[in-house]
Structure formats: structure tokens, C-alpha cells
């Protein structure tokens, strides 16, 4: 399985949901076809482009190309930069502008950008007239590897992150890997560290590819069409299993319990993008394990190194800003991290590791205990 790809021919990979199955089709150039392929799925819809200022400035003229290359009727919808669009500010915007533009329930709406913007895209979706049917053309790697995929939408609230949304499936996916070129290394880097969760979490043969090719993914080579095509089939296969996180969906928030408090407490800002709170937490997750006796140190260790290898933050003390008040501060973190979904009735509910590529839910695990490692983490212990 971890031979890399060699043909051009767009990987698709299907997302098994019954009626609501769809496609995510992944290769370089796949954006020229965008139109032609939603001409076939819904002849006749009118589209709406949602982004933001810089992938309009990148894509969207090349989107709406291909849109009317099939003869499809575009508007677009250019939203701020950053989380703070996936509020309900940036919700209303987007919502006044589909009803303006007269999307109708048989039009579709194309999300182009990241990962706020597909969740902000799709969450309008999913309530303009109860419901317009939506088609996610992730630009970011993180949105291609994960958020493009599965039909999880929303924004934030001021109490914490994702905590407003709708289980709301696209209608397609078309992840162009070119389009990965303009990102910065950094933001690339984030992304990847979903694209090594799926290893840490699922498949260790994965990760042990990962170990050796992560710079030909990051040089744009057949090995990240590879990976993004490995990560989404790894999601899709939960997603089809668990479309409503009832079970082993959960398995997909390793490191996003101690990441979305860390992400909190840096107030959603660039001190710490989504993904670097997810190796940092994908981290403590690993180390919280061995702590209970689930891993061995050197599996923990493992993980670190790798995520450590390709730049990513893999501790409190790596993230800018680290002293400063509301990061370094366990009850701080340990109130944040009870505002996450992953809370039930006050227990706390962690996916750790019993080997690298095999990850369990430990429901009700006692906060005093997680709140004793992170403070020993935060004073520095190993
Ligand atoms: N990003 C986690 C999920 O889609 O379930």
C-alpha cells in the first residue's frame, strides 16, 4: 500500500454515504475540470464561490474559468482571512450574500479555500433555505487531507472553537495538489501534521512511509498525491463507518482535545495554526499514553521525532508567545479543554495510543490526572 503513485490520471477516492456518497477526486490540475465535473453532477445549477482574499487572488480566476468553460453561472462571496471569518459575523455575510445572489436549493455553492472556509462555506449551505447542496475544492493541505471531507461545518464561538455547526456533506471534492505550491512552508507544515495523524492513529505502515518521504511530499512529487490520497481514504473509511461521530469517528481527534485548548488559549491567532496545535496535542496524547501504561516511551518518542523532523511544534514550550497569560497556566488549559466537544458531563474523553497506528478512546478519564501532566509539562518535564 505505500508504493507512491507514478500515473497522472486523478485519484478518486469514494466516500461511501448511501445517498450522499461522493467523490473526492485528487491530482495535480484537477481545478481545470471543476466545471465539467459539476456540469455532469447537477446540469443547470447555478454556482457561488465562497473564498478569501488571498486564494481569490490565486484560484479564483481559474475557477470561475472552468465554471464557465461548462457554461455554469458563478458569483463570489470574498470573506476575511483567518478564523476570525468563522464567526457569526462571517456567517452572515455569507448567508446575506447566497440569498442575494439567488441561490436556490437546486443551485450549488463551490467552498474554495481552506479549512475556514469550507467550514463557514458549508455551514451557510447547510441553513441558507435549509439546505443548498455544496462542492468543497480544498486549497490548503490540511482541507484536502481532512476538513474538505466528511461534512462536518461551522464556526466558532466565543466560548471555544467549532462549537455552532451542522454535519452538512459535500456533493463533490476536487483537491488540485498543485494549488499547494503558494502555500508557506508553514502553512504546509500544519497541514501535514493531519496527514500524519492518520498514520499515528490507523495505519503504521503509513507512518513508516511518512518517516521515509515526507520531503517528497513537501516538494510537490507523486508522494503527495500519494498521501493526500492515503489520508483521505483513511477518512473517508471512518466517515462512512461513523458519519455522526458516535463511535469511531472520535479516533480522527487525536491530538485536537490538548490542540483546540492550546489553539484557545493563543486566541485562534497565528501563534499557533490548527495543525501545529495538532502535533503538539498529537504529542501529549502520545506521552499521556505511555504515562498510563497504554505505549512505550519509545513509540511516543517516535512520533515526536517525526513531527519534530518536519518542523512542526511538538511541545508547549515550542509555541510563540509560551509564558504568557492563559497558555502557560493549567486550569486555564484545563478549562478550556472542558469547553471542547469532547466532553461528557465533566469527564474528559481523550484518543490516545496503545502503538503507533492503533489509537483507542479513553472515555472518562480523570481530569486531576490530566491536569498533573500538563502542569508538568508545562514546567518543562520531558
Ligand atoms: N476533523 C475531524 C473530523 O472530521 O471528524
Redo the contacts with the bound molecule.
Sequence with gaps: MTAALTHTAPTIVDVALGDRAYEIVIGRNVLGGLGRRIAALRPGARTAIVTDRTVARHWLEATETSLAEAGIASSRIIVGEGEASKSYAGLEQVCEALISARIERNDLVVALGGGVVGDLAGFAAAVVRRGIDFVQVPTSLLAQV??S??G?TGINSPQGKNLVGAFHQPVLVVADTAVLDTLSPRQFRAGYAEVAKYGVLGDEGFFAWLEVNHAGIMAGASAREHAIATSCRA?AA??SRDER?TGD?AL??LG?TFGHALEAATGFSDRLFHGEGVAVGMTLAAEFSVERGLIAADDALRVKRHLAEVGLPTALQDIAGFSQEGLADADALMTLMAQDKKVSRGRLTFILLEAVGKAVIAKDVDGASVRDFVARKLAGAA
Design positions: 481532512d476538513s471531507v466528511g462536518k477518512k471512518i466517515v461521530e469517528r480522527l481527534n485536537h
